[in-house]
């Protein structure tokens, strides 16, 4: 069994790299990709789309190799130095440029993840292990066509499960699922949030009267029967003061806003603007 | 208490009452034209600014703030009557904790302190891909990093496409970009989610 | 170049507390939260690979570090003046998005500004106001 796991090996290494290679040297965002990737940092934003193709090269030729017979160790070992190179590059993207994108098996904005480390780390397991392999995959397939096919599909699986950029082909549409399901979110009331009630503070004409005088973020709030009151820190001719706003409460109504600001150290109303019918001094 | 609903008696009163009501020619030199031909705040650009202040808060004596900035300088912040408190949603001064992260806008007096006019707790701003949902919870993607994001009920808001903002936070898709504005629990990978932008 | 309209959003960066928008002093190597900086979506090739305003009909010059812009705040009218020191917003996740303030709209994000730059022309509870963006 283990000379079988061994001797598959390479089918699956040179399946993932003609995948990799593909992505690298025939995408048409190919060179986006490689712009996004930590090799920017790494060899220069010039230098990054030629160094991405030439990855993808050499990835093409591995698995070629790696594919065609015989399969002679020194393809294996070729394979593994290929994984140990790619798993210290994703250590250094993982560190130096976090927000950077994989541009590993997709050229969907990927950043490098602890999956996308293990899924490195799995194939360069694969290509240790392949280093025993006896005879060349294809002989091995024909002996033991339904062993040989478990073992390639639970290693597939495993690669599908470490790859991040899969994720919207199977595990997305699987939590949308189980969203539109369960409905986790749903019924999420308790009244109309203030944040709605400051937006539509910022719509309205009373706002922008008294913008320029408005010093801080809301101080404080509470609800007046139809209205929500929305106070801010204001400074009117050099004094403290607060700006007051009412908003209606449990409508969309920006030109009902009515303001009044209000000096602080004396509690008189030195200015009032009620919405769009504003009244004459 | 009693003199809170005083204060809020006369400020509703000021507002909605009618009385002592001075028309907007009054504020007429405040018109929104003025403003706009207004110089800019004059700080260098790309300069730090002095009226600003971020840090994590090491030291809370009386209404001053002890802050540590990110660049190791300490800053001294001054709270008042008039100091706007965010933390999630509007709050207090005995909301503040130790060890809370903050940013502060306000003046620089001469003596060095930050008369604070706004403090912001423990406020982020990500961008971030809905990698699955939960009851009342929201798993976000952001940079490569999972962040737990609790939706609270009433204080929640979710805006779709430039919408009016909604209590309902279910048409978030999974898989979908987000950036969400939340109060950060410290030292941990948890916030709590204040207003979610969402996409189309 | 004439006045940009569009909408303005907010990011930290540098040494700074909690999860940030962008990790260590940004695409420029100066980005600090507490200083008067922002981030501009065409600042390199690479950077423009990534935010991509093209995807939403947005044309923006290409402005590389250090380069000066005001923004001023379509709601307020206040304005404030900043440096380029990172690469975005991701413009292109948003195509459409609208932010107004009662006929003043701003379509798509076309620049983040550190929470000292926007804390000086809006709330950072806000996260999100429609601007317009200059060289003068």
Known sequence: ?281 | MSATMDRRRLLSTAVLGGAGIVGATALGSLAPEAAFAADPVPVEPGAPDPNFAEGRISKISGSMLLVTGSDAVLHSIRVTDGTSIWKLTPTTFDRIAIGDGMYARGLRLPDGTLAADSIWVNIVSLHAHVAAVGRNVLHLDHNGRRIVGHVVPGTTAAVYNGTPAVSDVSLLRVGRHVQVIGAWHPDTNEIDVATVYAAA | MAAVIGEMSWFCCGNTWGPCGTVGHGACGTCNSGSLQHAWPNASDACLAITRPDACGVGLSRRTCGFRHYTTNLCTGSRIGTTIADCGPQTDLFCGETACCGSSCGSNRIIDLTPAAYSAIASLSSGLRPCSVDVV
């Open chain 1, 1 to 281: 069994m283990l000379a079988l796991i061994a001797a598959v090996q390479p089918l699956l290494i040179g399946a993932v790299l003609l995948w990799s290679a593909a992505v690298k040297l025939f995408s048409r965002q190919a060179t986006a990709a490689a712009r996004r990737s930590a090799l920017v940092p790494l060899v220069g934003e010039r230098r990054a789309a030629p160094a991405y193709r030439l990855v993808g090269t050499v990835e093409l030729a591995v698995a070629a190799l790696l594919l065609l017979p015989p399969a002679p160790p020194l393809e294996a070992g070729a394979a593994a130095v290929l994984s140990a190179g790619f798993l210290g590059y994703l250590a250094y993207a993982r560190r130096a440029a976090p927000a950077s994108s994989c541009g590993c098996l997709s050229t969907r904005r990927t950043p490098v993840t602890n999956r996308g480390l293990g899924r490195a780390g799995l194939l360069l397991v694969a290509g240790i292990a392949a280093g025993w392999a006896g005879e060349h995959w294809l002989a091995a397939v024909r002996q033991r066509p339904l062993a040989a096919a478990a073992v390639l599909l639970v290693e597939a699986a495993a690669v599908v499960v470490l790859s991040p950029e899969l994720d919207a082909r199977w595990l997305l549409p699987l939590r949308r699922l189980r969203a539109r399901i369960t409905r986790p979110l749903a019924g999420g009331g308790g009244g109309v949030p203030l944040f709605a009630t400051v937006q539509q503070l910022q719509q309205s004409p009373a706002f922008r009267q008294v913008a320029a005088l408005i010093s801080s973020d809301v101080r404080e709030h509470w609800d007046d029967e139809e209205w929500r009151i929305v106070c801010h820190g204001a400074r009117y001719r050099g004094r403290v003061a607060t700006a007051v706003f009412a908003v209606p409460r449990l409508r969309y109504d920006p030109g009902a806003v009515r303001v009044a600001i209000v000096d602080e150290a004396t509690g008189v109303t030195v200015a009032n603007f009620a919405g769009a019918r504003s009244a004459p001094a």
